[in-house]
């Protein structure tokens, strides 16, 4: 049998799922979902799908209704030229990962994961029989790898890099120049690049956001994975998107063809629905989200009087804390009731990670408990 490690995140949900069943209340700044109700143009859409018994299987690439608007929406908002044929449907942005990893890869080819990274990198280049060669980012040079940092990890087996831009721990957006510099190296080294980009619309403050796919001279080594979870708040409707290359995207599709038959026609209406008014949808999950970071940092600071300036992208907020993350967070839930994802998960130690995605009740409670088991302490 394979030996493999659970998602960081899981675990200590787990943990939390199961006090909340012995009857303890837990804050949950655990898992990064936008908890939200549907936009009523996705229930919309789903409700038309159950009453006309949508139920068959899908088309293992998805609808080609939902692949056309997905491709529209990349094109309209970045310029970039992807049809049907360059477009695929997962089961979330994690199954376009990991379905890109398993066609990219052959059997010991190394994969280029800046750190932190998002939990689930590593494992995946391993279930495709690669090798991931962590580049880790330090929190004074913002979090961000350089292409000289690139260029010396670079070896002949070298064959993709995965990307994660806006970043899940730390927030951070890579800019026009970092990415370009990023996509020379990859070019000159005949890389592939995965840009996991499930975060493009959270983002605030009017700070851009780049997309690798806004670079038509790169078009061919390129892959971009988009999702309806972050952007949406649809995260349990599992609807998220593959483009590329259009062999590379054949390929995926038939590797859905052969394990999970693509993702249900229900929650494909669902997309349906938000993509034909993403403007409109987009912009009431930030604005929600918006008004929860805002909320988060200011009580933090008061809470623990520092000074931290709110992050510019996606749902979370990394903190130092300078021990052994795992055993933090177990004591902070058992002891508090507050649900963190320790930085290990991530790659780097003496961090935590929170999500501020919760109503804004909770994260004002969780943080005042997290305070009182902390009394007298700045937590940082
Ligand atoms: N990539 C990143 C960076 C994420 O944070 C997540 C979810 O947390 C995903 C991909 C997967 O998202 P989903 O499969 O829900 O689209």
Redesign the pocket.
């Known amino acids: 049998m394979r030996q493999l490690t659970p998602s960081a995140t899981g675990v200590i949900q787990a943990a939390a799922h199961q006090m909340r069943k012995n009857g303890i209340e837990v804050f949950n700044f655990g898992t990064?979902d936008p908890i939200l109700p549907n936009h009523p143009v996705i229930l919309e859409f789903a409700e038309r799908a159950i009453v006309e018994k949508m139920s068959p299987y899908a088309p293992f690439a998805g609808m080609t209704e939902l692949r056309q608007a997905a491709a529209d929406w990349m094109n309209r908002r970045y310029g970039s030229q992807f049809g049907i044929k360059e477009t695929v449907v997962s089961c979330?942005?994690?199954f376009g990962?990991y379905a890109a990893l398993q066609i990219l890869l052959a059997q010991g080819e190394e994969v280029l994961v800046p750190a932190p990274y998002?939990v689930s990198y590593p494992e995946m280049v391993r279930l495709a029989n690669g090798q991931p060669i962590i580049l880790s980012a330090e929190e004074t040079t913002n979090w961000k790898i350089t292409p000289s940092e690139m260029l010396s990890r670079i070896t002949p087996k070298t064959r993709v890099l995965l990307l994660?831009n806006a970043c899940?721990p730390t927030g951070v957006l890579y800019t026009r120049q970092e990415i370009s510099e990023i996509l020379n190296v990859a070019k000159e080294a005949n890389l592939m690049v995965i840009s996991?980009e499930?975060y493009s619309e959270i983002v605030f403050d009017n700070a851009e956001f780049v997309s690798c796919s806004s670079f038509p001279e790169h078009r061919s080594r390129v892959i971009v994975i988009e999702?309806c979870?972050k952007n949406f708040a649809m995260?349990g409707w599992r609807v998220?998107f593959a483009f590329g290359p259009a062999e590379v995207i054949t390929n995926i599709i038939a590797l859905q063809s052969q394990s999970t038959s693509g993702t249900s026609l229900i929650s494909q209406q669902a997309a349906l629905g938000a993509l034909r008014h993403a403007d409109e949808v987009s912009s009431y999950v930030r604005q929600a989200m918006d008004r929860r970071r805002k909320l988060f940092f200011q009580t933090y600071n008061q809470l623990f009087q520092t000074r931290i300036q709110p992050i510019l992208s996606t749902l979370y907020y990394f903190a130092p804390i300078g021990k052994d993350s795992m055993k933090e967070c177990e004591k902070i839930l058992t002891e508090a009731h507050v649900a963190l994802v320790p930085g290990i998960g991530f790659g780097v130690e003496g961090y935590v990670r929170f999500a501020f995605s919760e109503e804004e009740d909770l994260i004002e409670k969780g943080l005042k408990a997290l305070q009182k088991f902390k009394r007298g302490l700045p937590y940082c």
């Open positions: 990064g979330g942005g994690k990962i998002w994660n899940n996991d499930v999702s979870s995260a998220g």
